[in-house]
């Protein structure tokens, strides 16, 4: 079975990179920028909130080692679906949870883990889940420094929920 791709955005890509990173079956992750509307947009446009992008992390991975659904439950316990447009002290459209599918399997596989989560009153005082699920598109890779940022540093994720 050949290779697939999966996008998510969770709040800071630092650790949310470092999560499924360590997920058993993902072969590559990078860190980026989803979700807006200019071409090649760099770091501090997309933290001022010029370009509409989302801090994300593109996911290589083998199906026949995780699968997709596997992916979508470590989305959703990275972080907090029902905070709007911040994960903790991070705040901003940046750090909005999205969800970036690629084909028709992984839209059926978003909207059914979306409406199972929502049903199974585990979410902080019964917020609604405000996760979008959207169409991949563009996907701009963040700046070296950015990549595999806790790797290099040693350390583990700390801007996670």
Known sequence: MALQQATFAAGCFWGVEEIFRREPGVLHTATGYAGGHTVRPWYDEVCDGRTGHAEAVQVLYDPALVT???LLAVFWSCHDPTQLNRQGPDVGTQYRSMIFVHDDAQKAAAVASKAALEASGHLRRRRPVVT????AGPF????????????????GPTCRI
């Open 68 to 70: 997709y659904e596997r």
């Open 132 to 135: 979008e699920i959207v169409a």
């Open 140 to 155: 701009w890779r963040a700046e070296d420094h950015h990549q595999q940022y806790y790797a290099k540093r040693g350390t």
